[in-house]
């Protein structure tokens, strides 16, 4: 061998080894970055579930509220019924005395009024409690001696409350105000 082809040698393996150094040092940002890609496809998807699980919840849930919902106003109007059918017959019966209208219209408002109780609904507003403007409506006043300082003197039309909820205001004439 010549004095030039021992230097062209080591010329010609530096530009071999410049080549592959650059190729090695690819591979593993190209692996690292295959890796994160899969861990963010991972996650993406994991996300992904996770919002149709959430929406699927919420659909199930409103659903069973709007079912819920259904099954308590079909209990009521079931309670309710017999009332209804009470009327048919007092309303068919033709040939009865004002005296037995008057006495069936008093006996469907006495089972009326347990079916709310059942329920849970209880009236309010009677004549001679103290006047409270949260439950009560007052639509007169009057003076009077009879009564004392803002007492109901009488009641238009009970208020309601199911629990602590109330459902209508009693409608009253507030003495002594």
Do not use: W
Not at 109 to 134: C, M, N, R, S, Y
Not at 147 to 175: H, Q
């Amino acid at each position: 061998m010549s004095k030039d082809q021992k230097k062209e040698k080591p010329v010609q393996a530096e530009p071999e080894a410049q080549a592959q150094t650059p190729a090695v040092e690819e591979t593993p940002a190209a692996d690292e970055t295959a890796a994160l890609q899969k861990a963010l496809d991972e996650k993406n998807d994991q996300f992904l579930r996770l919002c149709a699980e959430y929406d699927n919840f919420r659909k199930r849930s409103q659903k069973e509220k709007q079912e819920l919902y259904n099954a308590a106003r079909a209990d009521v109007i079931k309670e309710l019924l017999p009332v209804l059918d009470n009327f048919d017959r007092a309303a068919g019966n033709r040939d009865a005395s004002a005296e037995d209208y008057k006495k069936g219209v008093e006996l469907i408002h006495t089972q009326l009024g347990e079916i709310l109780k059942k329920i849970g609904v209880a009236p309010f507003g009677a004549a001679g409690e103290a006047f409270d403007p949260q439950i009560h409506n007052a639509v007169m006043t009057v003076e009077d001696e009879a009564f004392g300082e803002n007492e109901i003197a009488e009641v238009f039309s009970m208020g309601y409350k199911l629990g602590d909820k109330v459902i209508r205001e009693a409608v009253v004439k507030v003495a002594n105000t």
